[in-house]
Structure formats: structure tokens, C-alpha cells
């Protein structure tokens, strides 16, 4: 029997979910997701780079808090601030903008030491 290989959004789905944020001392707050997050897309192709890019920068804007944060976080690490702009632009919209504008200031801060 065949494997099948995973797509690149299958991966990337992977890295925002493991390891479970809180779930251990060094993951509170998402700090290997970005990380891990951060080297698949470093490690890509330029082909690889845009589709992970246009990924991040649609879950940057998931009513998902989880993944808009991470999202937040490793647009911050690649050094995309209009594409953080945007998604703090789209979570001013939110009923919960507080919670998640604020959410995204720990991605940001996580990714500044953890993923540069």
C-alpha cells in the first residue's frame, strides 16, 4: 500500500496544530509552531514560498484564534509588516478585536524571540 504525500497545505495545516499549543512548557504560547512554521517556509522553493505566503496571510484572517495568531507571528518573523498590518486591520473589525488584537501582540513578541 501507497503512501500518499502530503501537499504543502497539509503540512502547513500539520505545523499550526503540533505540537498542541499549552500543551507542554516550551509550546505555551505557539512558540514551535512559528518556529516550525518560520524553517518549512525557509526551507521551500520560491514557488513553495508564495503558496505558503498566500496561506499564512489567508489564516492571518481566521476567525480561528489560534491560527490567526501564529499566522500574525510568523508574518512578523518573515518580515511582512503590511501583511500584519492588514490582519490587525481585519481583526478591528471583529466583535472579539480586543482579544484577538491582543493575542496578536504575543505572536508578534513570541516570534521576536523565538523565530528569528
Not at 31 to 39: D, K, P, S, T, Y
Not at 79 to 91: C, D, F, L, N, T
Amino acid at each position: 500500500m501507497s503512501e500518499s504525500i502530503p501537499t504543502l497545505k497539509e503540512d502547513v495545516l500539520h505545523l499550526y496544530r503540533e505540537p498542541s499549543i499549552g500543551a507542554t512548557y516550551t509550546n505555551t504560547y505557539g512558540e514551535e509552531n512559528i518556529r516550525n512554521l518560520v524553517g518549512k517556509y525557509r526551507s521551500l522553493s520560491a514557488e513553495g514560498m508564495r503558496e505558503m505566503r498566500d496561506l499564512v496571510i489567508t489564516y492571518s484572517k481566521s476567525p480561528d484564534l489560534t491560527a490567526s495568531f501564529i499566522s500574525v507571528g510568523v508574518l512578523h518573523a518573515l518580515g511582512m509588516p503590511e501583511e500584519v498590518r492588514e490582519a490587525y486591520r481585519w481583526a478591528e473589525k471583529l466583535d472579539e478585536a480586543e482579544r484577538f488584537t491582543h493575542h496578536f501582540d504575543i505572536g508578534k513578541s513570541v516570534a521576536e524571540h523565538f523565530a528569528t
